[in-house]
Protein backbone atom coordinates (compact mmCIF):
# COMPACT_ATOMS: atom_id res chain seq x y z
CA UNK A 1 0.00 0.00 0.00
CA UNK A 2 2.91 2.25 0.43
CA UNK A 3 3.13 2.93 -2.87
CA UNK A 4 -0.42 4.66 -2.90
CA UNK A 5 0.76 7.66 -0.39
CA UNK A 6 4.11 7.73 -2.58
CA UNK A 7 2.64 7.82 -5.83
CA UNK A 8 3.42 10.85 -8.39
CA UNK A 9 3.25 12.22 -11.58
CA UNK A 10 6.67 11.74 -12.99
CA UNK A 11 7.24 13.60 -16.42
CA UNK A 12 11.33 13.61 -16.44
CA UNK A 13 13.14 10.15 -17.16
CA UNK A 14 16.74 9.66 -17.15
CA UNK A 15 17.62 8.01 -20.83
CA UNK A 16 17.70 4.54 -19.44
CA UNK A 17 15.49 2.11 -21.06
CA UNK A 18 13.25 0.24 -19.02
CA UNK A 19 13.77 -3.89 -18.71
CA UNK A 20 10.72 -5.85 -20.44
CA UNK A 21 10.60 -8.05 -17.20
CA UNK A 22 9.16 -4.82 -15.47
CA UNK A 23 7.05 -3.46 -18.41
CA UNK A 24 5.94 -6.97 -18.41
CA UNK A 25 5.10 -7.29 -14.46
CA UNK A 26 3.41 -3.52 -14.55
CA UNK A 27 1.20 -5.14 -17.34
CA UNK A 28 0.50 -8.13 -14.86
CA UNK A 29 -0.84 -5.89 -12.45
CA UNK A 30 -2.90 -3.50 -14.44
CA UNK A 31 -4.64 -7.05 -15.72
CA UNK A 32 -5.29 -8.00 -12.59
CA UNK A 33 -7.74 -5.47 -12.00
CA UNK A 34 -11.55 -6.28 -11.21
CA UNK A 35 -13.84 -5.23 -14.08
CA UNK A 36 -17.83 -5.39 -14.18
CA UNK A 37 -18.77 -9.04 -14.87
CA UNK A 38 -15.55 -10.08 -14.97
CA UNK A 39 -15.50 -8.33 -19.05
CA UNK A 40 -11.58 -7.55 -18.75
CA UNK A 41 -12.41 -5.19 -21.64
CA UNK A 42 -8.21 -4.68 -21.82
CA UNK A 43 -5.36 -4.21 -24.69
CA UNK A 44 -2.39 -2.94 -24.04
CA UNK A 45 0.17 -1.70 -26.84
CA UNK A 46 3.71 -1.08 -25.22
CA UNK A 47 5.34 1.81 -27.45
CA UNK A 48 9.22 2.31 -27.15
CA UNK A 49 9.88 3.32 -30.74
CA UNK A 50 10.91 7.22 -30.20
CA UNK A 51 9.35 8.50 -33.58
CA UNK A 52 5.87 6.80 -32.17
CA UNK A 53 6.52 8.15 -28.95
CA UNK A 54 7.22 11.38 -30.44
CA UNK A 55 4.49 11.67 -32.32
CA UNK A 56 2.14 10.56 -29.03
CA UNK A 57 3.74 13.59 -27.18
CA UNK A 58 2.08 15.77 -29.39
CA UNK A 59 -1.81 14.48 -29.54
CA UNK A 60 -2.82 16.47 -26.85
CA UNK A 61 -1.71 19.69 -25.23
CA UNK A 62 -1.05 17.93 -21.63
CA UNK A 63 1.33 15.17 -23.37
CA UNK A 64 4.11 16.98 -24.51
CA UNK A 65 6.15 15.49 -21.53
CA UNK A 66 5.86 11.64 -22.85
CA UNK A 67 8.26 12.65 -25.55
CA UNK A 68 11.41 11.91 -23.52
CA UNK A 69 9.94 9.19 -21.93
CA UNK A 70 11.84 5.82 -22.55
CA UNK A 71 7.95 3.83 -22.79
CA UNK A 72 4.53 4.95 -23.28
CA UNK A 73 1.67 2.39 -22.72
CA UNK A 74 -1.69 2.96 -24.90
CA UNK A 75 -4.27 1.07 -22.71
CA UNK A 76 -6.95 0.10 -24.88
CA UNK A 77 -10.61 -1.38 -24.77
CA UNK A 78 -12.87 -3.53 -27.00
CA UNK A 79 -16.40 -3.13 -26.59
CA UNK A 80 -17.89 -6.49 -28.94
CA UNK A 81 -18.85 -9.25 -26.50
CA UNK A 82 -18.68 -7.26 -23.54
CA UNK A 83 -21.27 -8.29 -20.80
CA UNK A 84 -21.61 -4.74 -19.32
CA UNK A 85 -20.15 -2.37 -22.18
CA UNK A 86 -21.55 0.78 -20.70
CA UNK A 87 -18.89 0.09 -17.67
CA UNK A 88 -15.48 -0.10 -19.66
CA UNK A 89 -14.27 3.06 -19.31
CA UNK A 90 -14.54 2.08 -15.33
CA UNK A 91 -12.78 -1.18 -15.74
CA UNK A 92 -9.88 0.58 -17.74
CA UNK A 93 -9.57 2.89 -14.69
CA UNK A 94 -9.08 0.83 -12.20
CA UNK A 95 -6.46 -1.00 -14.35
CA UNK A 96 -4.51 2.31 -15.21
CA UNK A 97 -4.36 2.72 -11.08
CA UNK A 98 -2.65 -0.82 -10.79
CA UNK A 99 -0.34 0.02 -13.02
CA UNK A 100 0.83 3.31 -11.95
CA UNK A 101 0.99 1.43 -8.36
CA UNK A 102 2.88 -1.50 -9.58
CA UNK A 103 5.25 1.19 -11.53
CA UNK A 104 5.88 2.79 -8.55
CA UNK A 105 6.53 0.00 -6.82
CA UNK A 106 9.05 -1.14 -9.32
CA UNK A 107 11.67 2.23 -8.74
CA UNK A 108 9.90 3.55 -12.13
CA UNK A 109 7.90 6.80 -12.25
CA UNK A 110 5.26 7.54 -14.57
CA UNK A 111 2.48 9.83 -15.77
CA UNK A 112 -1.60 9.08 -17.19
CA UNK A 113 -2.68 10.81 -19.85
CA UNK A 114 -6.68 10.74 -20.34
CA UNK A 115 -7.19 10.02 -24.03
CA UNK A 116 -11.00 8.67 -23.53
CA UNK A 117 -14.00 10.14 -23.34
CA UNK A 118 -12.05 12.60 -26.01
CA UNK A 119 -13.38 10.86 -29.62
CA UNK A 120 -11.07 13.25 -31.62
CA UNK A 121 -7.88 12.09 -29.30
CA UNK A 122 -9.04 8.68 -29.41
CA UNK A 123 -9.17 8.29 -33.10
CA UNK A 124 -6.22 10.35 -33.80
CA UNK A 125 -3.79 7.67 -31.04
CA UNK A 126 -5.54 5.03 -32.95
CA UNK A 127 -4.71 5.87 -36.25
CA UNK A 128 -1.32 6.95 -35.47
CA UNK A 129 -0.15 3.35 -34.05
CA UNK A 130 -2.59 1.62 -36.60
CA UNK A 131 -4.76 -0.66 -34.17
CA UNK A 132 -8.02 -2.18 -35.06
CA UNK A 133 -11.23 -0.20 -35.68
CA UNK A 134 -13.07 -1.93 -32.84
CA UNK A 135 -10.42 -1.33 -30.47
CA UNK A 136 -11.17 2.49 -28.18
CA UNK A 137 -8.14 4.03 -26.73
CA UNK A 138 -7.88 4.73 -23.17
CA UNK A 139 -4.83 6.25 -22.42
CA UNK A 140 -1.42 6.89 -22.87
CA UNK A 141 1.20 6.38 -19.35
CA UNK A 142 4.39 6.74 -20.00
CA UNK A 143 6.83 5.11 -17.92
CA UNK A 144 11.01 5.56 -17.13
CA UNK A 145 13.36 5.77 -14.66
CA UNK A 146 12.58 9.00 -12.73
CA UNK A 147 14.74 11.90 -13.54
CA UNK A 148 12.72 13.86 -10.54
CA UNK A 149 12.11 13.32 -6.59
CA UNK A 150 9.77 15.22 -4.84
CA UNK A 151 7.05 14.15 -2.04
CA UNK A 152 3.70 13.12 -2.47
CA UNK A 153 1.64 15.67 -1.08
CA UNK A 154 -1.25 14.93 1.53
CA UNK A 155 -4.57 14.79 -0.30
CA UNK A 156 -6.79 13.87 2.77
CA UNK A 157 -9.57 16.21 3.51
CA UNK A 158 -11.95 14.66 6.67
CA UNK A 159 -14.50 16.95 6.08
CA UNK A 160 -15.38 15.48 2.55
CA UNK A 161 -16.21 12.37 4.87
CA UNK A 162 -19.72 12.04 5.76
CA UNK A 163 -21.30 8.99 8.02
CA UNK A 164 -24.38 8.40 7.36
CA UNK A 165 -26.04 6.37 10.27
CA UNK A 166 -29.12 5.77 11.36
Known amino acids: MNSIFRRIS ?19 AGMQAPSACNQQPWEFYVVTDKKKIEALS ?14 VLVSAYRLE ?22 T ?5 GGVWFGIAPNEENMEKVRVLLGLPEEVHVFALFALGYPAEHREQ ?5 PERIHFIDE
Open 81 to 102: GLVAPAFAQIDMSIAQENIWLE
Open 153 to 157: QDRFK
Open 58 to 71: KMTPYTGCAAKAPV
Open 10 to 28: VRKYEDKPVEKEKIMQILK
Open 104 to 108: DALGL
